[in-house]
């Protein structure tokens, strides 16, 4: 018979691990720190709209979109940032407000090499009739100069039914690469011809882009010590900081890359009646989560292994911006993001008593004495964010919530600031690429500026000083901005023009 | 330079992990004895030590420097992790259970208090929440040693010894090369998992590289004396078990070591160690950390005391209902002529799947006593498919073909 001390494991090797570092921004929990490819960074979800939409025009579909794999730095050869084949991508909808997904969009990604013995992505010259052993500058996903060459598959689950969404020529979904340069590929070309339009109104896409996101990262995660502007107080801007279409401070995230997957599909799809429904429907309502997978080490294994499929492991998910990085204590974070979102209640202190307020809240204390003022906890007037609004809320769960029968703003006169600054289809309400998730969260989360009390200065006018993003968005699907290339690439820093000061 | 000095020197003429340990955390306490994590650090390695040489005075001292950390710091989590460790350790496994759930609610992404919780419920026979807590702790880092080790030993109860030796290699190979007592753990339980099914030279093989990296370390010796036991070379048996109750001398020991000597025909030392064993046994039965399985079977298949067998496996059974311990109370109810009762607690020990030749036996030895000769037939073959060489399978041969003619044609 063994004795206990037989079973009692290895304590030693792990009691003497370092803790885990502290988190940043894109790289929220110890989980996903430690796996770069399934950390999720943003989580998109709007109406979609074009460059000349009308105003009120009736809403036909919705854009979807997951952001994963942090800050890449897009000169960082030589393979550049390929998708993970071993995990599962999931962008997972809500439709009847009980925070249990009714609707999963499921990618998965196969990478193939073309030139094994190249060492990279290796081309160019196609202008000038090309040089002697090196394929022609990429312009598609045939050359063989795109050594690496990603595809990819997406099926749709809802209800008992899987569908795989494909061409309607059985072609493969290429995924766009990194953008190695002008002279070894056409980038522009390559997104262009990577952006698939399906029946049924169905487009998809997956590639390196830029990254949508924009923000002061160093400022937020150096304890909140956001830039001293026009107003003289740091981190509250002055009325013409706060409607500039410009940065006056460095956005962090310039110039680096992400690996984004989109997909667009008519409303009908979403909703639990299949129709598309007027704003003030119940029903025209869904939350919208993001997860990445992995297989599991199971204690019991598969009986059948080459048959049955394997169990999955959560790795990561996202509804809401920043409530992983921002509210979520250190030692929940693993929880959190391995947990459904049906079970957030588990989170609600963190939700509703956010430590982030209590913390900027403490500093300006002594910063600007009597400057800000915060609402105190319980912070009720943010479980708009974390439930359904009306009748049935459904459980406290971390979804982006989007009402689908709200009309997308035409672009010319949306608001970065979203629903707090009256533009009804912004964040949120969904959340656009370029809705300043930053700004909203410092004056809906800390300023308390859902409570018409705490609706006034300094709240109000919080903000980092980084109202745009670095590189222009498109105006169709799938939204977002060209990756930037590794040779010419530029990040904005401190300091330089557009950067804001050092001090 | 002087600390270096002084460690290196220790460390030339200290032979195992845990003392280094023990050493350097004096050291520590004595340039600063007004320090927490000097004291954590010392309990931790008391702790590791008490693993080491099986005296638990280890975890008594272990116990104090945290009760002198928790002075310095009430609420510090180290100190708070190493407890449960303790608790685990003394065998008191209700307690630990408790404070393992208080310490996830604290910090629910902790992985060692994952593994701590797998412990205490695997030794309280609560399976599922076991597995639960272990497949958790393998999602939060997939592959990781607590991990590995936890799930590794679940696969065993769980009958999957191939998945459980998998596991333990894994385990093994992430281990620093320099924590010795940490391998040669791993390498004994690699040792008994090929034993277990009558792999004895695979098995050899494990323990050999054991004793080679920790010598005389008290588990493998055990496991080697069963395994010579089971080749019927019961003189090294004797000195191989001999010198496991010289280095870990507990009650459960003895036993397995007059056991030993009463097979290889030294029936005078042999009886004298055996009364031995039950007065050390009783005296220490009330206890938590106690002997009390073997002193079932002592009374079951030596003494001929059933009564006390069943007295004991009842006390036993209100604290842990793990498979062991269903086994013993099964074995203590049939030997009282309780069979129908037996035979339910032996099928609730098998029903958790593990393959174990001595609780097959058990099980149709059981169900031959109820009157079922076919179950008794299927579990007496499956003992002996199992493992040929079990310490049962002579008595299982006999139950078999004592039953077989009756099927006959």
């Known amino acids: 018979m063994r004795s206990f001390e037989l079973c009692l494991g290895l304590g030693a090797a792990l009691f003497l691990a370092p803790p885990p570092g502290s988190p940043s921004n894109h790289r929220e929990a110890p989980i996903t720190a430690l796996d770069h490819k399934a950390d999720i960074t943003d989580l998109y979800a709007f109406v979609s709209y074009d460059q000349n939409q009308a105003p009120g025009t009736p809403p036909t579909k919705v854009t979807l979109i997951l952001g994963v794999d942090p800050l890449l730095e897009p000169a960082n050869g030589p393979t550049l940032f390929p998708f993970d084949p071993g995990i599962l991508y999931e962008i997972r909808i809500d439709n009847n407000r009980n925070a249990v997904a009714d609707v999963i969009f499921q990618f998965r990604f196969s990478t193939e090499y073309q030139l094994p013995g190249v060492y990279a992505a290796a081309a160019g010259f196609s202008d000038l009739g090309g040089a002697p052993g090196v394929p022609p500058r990429i312009e598609d996903f045939q050359n063989p100069g795109l050594n690496l060459r990603q595809t990819y598959r997406v099926t749709m689950i809802r209800g008992n039914k899987r569908v795989e969404l494909e061409n309607e020529d059985g072609s ?39 990254d949508a996101f924009w923000i002061d990262l160093g400022a937020a995660f150096d304890t909140a010590n956001f830039r001293t502007l026009g107003s003289g107080v740091p981190g509250v801007l002055t009325n013409d900081e706060d409607m500039a279409q410009q940065n006056f401070a460095s956005d962090t995230v310039s110039g680096f890359a992400v690996n984004s997957i989109a997909i667009e599909v008519p409303i009908e799809w979403l909703t639990r009646t299949g129709e598309i429904e007027a704003a003030d429907s119940p029903d025209a309502t869904i939350g919208v989560w993001g997860t990445t997978s992995r297989r599991k080490m199971t204690i019991r294994r598969s009986p059948g292994p080459a048959t049955t499929r394997g169990e999955w492991r959560q790795v990561q998910r996202m509804g809401n911006p920043l409530i992983n990085e921002l509210l979520i204590g250190i030692g929940f974070k693993d929880r959190f993001s391995m947990d459904q979102p049906k079970n957030d209640a588990q989170f609600a202190d963190f939700f509703l008593n956010p430590p982030i307020a209590t913390i900027v809240e403490s500093l300006y204390s002594v910063l600007v004495p009597g400057a800000l003022d915060v ?75 859902l409570n018409v009390d705490f609706n006034h200065f300094p709240n109000n006018v919080l903000g980092d000083g980084v109202n745009v993003n670095d590189a222009p968005y498109r105006t169709s699907f799938p939204y977002l901005a060209s990756a930037p290339d590794g040779r010419n690439r530029r990040h904005v820093d401190p300091g330089e023009v557009g950067g804001g000061p050092i001090p | 330079m002087k600390t270096l000095l002084l460690i290196a020197a220790l460390a030339s003429t200290i032979e195992s992990p845990a003392e280094r340990k023990i050493a350097s955390a004096r050291l520590w306490l004595k340039k600063d004895s007004g320090s927490y994590p000097a004291r954590n650090a010392l309990a931790l390695a008391l702790a590791r030590r008490a693993r080491e040489t099986g005296d638990p005075a280890y975890y008594r001292q272990a116990e104090e420097a945290l009760e002198a950390s928790f002075r310095i710091s009430p609420d510090n989590v180290e100190a708070a992790r190493l407890s449960v460790w303790t608790l685990l350790g003394k065998h008191e496994f209700a307690r630990a259970l408790e404070e393992a759930r208080a310490l996830n609610r604290r910090m629910p992404d902790d992985l060692l208090t994952y593994a701590f919780l797998t412990d205490a419920h695997v030794e309280l026979g609560n399976y599922e929440e076991a597995e639960e807590a272990a497949q958790w702790l393998l999602d939060l880092r997939p592959g990781n040693l607590a991990g590995l080790t936890r799930g590794g030993y679940l696969r065993e109860l769980f009958g999957d010894i191939d998945g459980a030796l998998e596991w333990m290699l894994m385990a093994h190979d992430q281990t620093h090369f320099n924590e010795n007592e940490d391998r040669a753990w791993i390498l004994t339980l690699m040792g008994h998992l090929e034993a277990s099914r009558g792999r004895l030279e695979a098995s050899e093989g494990y323990l050999a590289q054991a004793l080679e990296l920790f010598p005389d370390y008290h588990y493998a010796l055990g496991e080697l004396g069963k395994v010579r036991m089971a080749q019927k070379r019961y003189p090294e048996a004797v000195s191989l078990l001999r010198l496991r109750y010289e280095k870990a001398p507990h009650p459960e020991n003895l036993y397995d070591f007059a056991g030993a000597l009463a097979l290889a025909g030294e029936t005078e030392e042999a009886e004298a160690l055996f009364a031995r064993f039950e007065r050390e046994a009783r005296a220490e039965s009330e206890g938590v950390d106690n002997a009390n399985r073997e002193l079932v079977f002592y009374y ?32 203590a109810l049939h030997r009282s002529g309780k069979s129908a009762a037996a035979r339910g607690e032996i099928e609730a020990a098998l029903a958790v799947g593990i393959k174990d030749a001595r609780m097959l036996y058990h099980a149709g030895a059981i169900s031959a006593a109820s009157g079922d000769r076919k179950a008794a037939l299927r579990y007496l073959e499956e003992s002996l498919a199992l493992n040929p060489y079990s310490p049962v399978a002579t008595e299982a041969r006999e139950s078999l073909q004592q039953l077989e003619p009756q099927v006959a044609p």
Not at chain 1, 180 to 199: C, K, S, V
Not at chain 1, 383 to 396: D, S
Not at chain 2, 308 to 328: G, K, Q, Y
Request: charged content about 20%; cysteine-free.
């Open chain 1, 375 to 449: 609402p105190p906890a319980p912070r009720n007037d943010l479980l708009p964010l974390v439930t359904y609004t009306g009748p049935k809320t459904g459980p406290i769960a971390d979804l982006l919530r989007l009402n689908t029968g709200v009309a997308a703003t035409p672009p010319q006169t949306a608001s970065r600031l979203g629903l707090i600054a009256g533009d009804g289809a912004g964040f949120p309400n969904g959340r656009r690429v370029f809705d300043d998730v930053v700004d909203i969260t410092l004056r809906v989360g800390v300023g308390g500026v």
């Open chain 2, 300 to 331: 079951a298949d030596r003494a001929s005391e059933p009564e006390s067998a069943l007295a004991i496996a009842e006390r036993e059974m209100a604290r842990r209902r793990d498979v062991f311990t269903r086994d013993a109370f099964a074995w």
């Open chain 1, 172 to 210: 493969p979904f290429f995924a766009v690469p990194g953008n190695a340069g002008p002279r070894t590929m056409n980038y522009e070309a390559l997104f262009d011809q990577a952006t698939y339009h399906l029946d049924d109104g169905v487009s998809v896409f997956a590639g390196t882009t830029d």
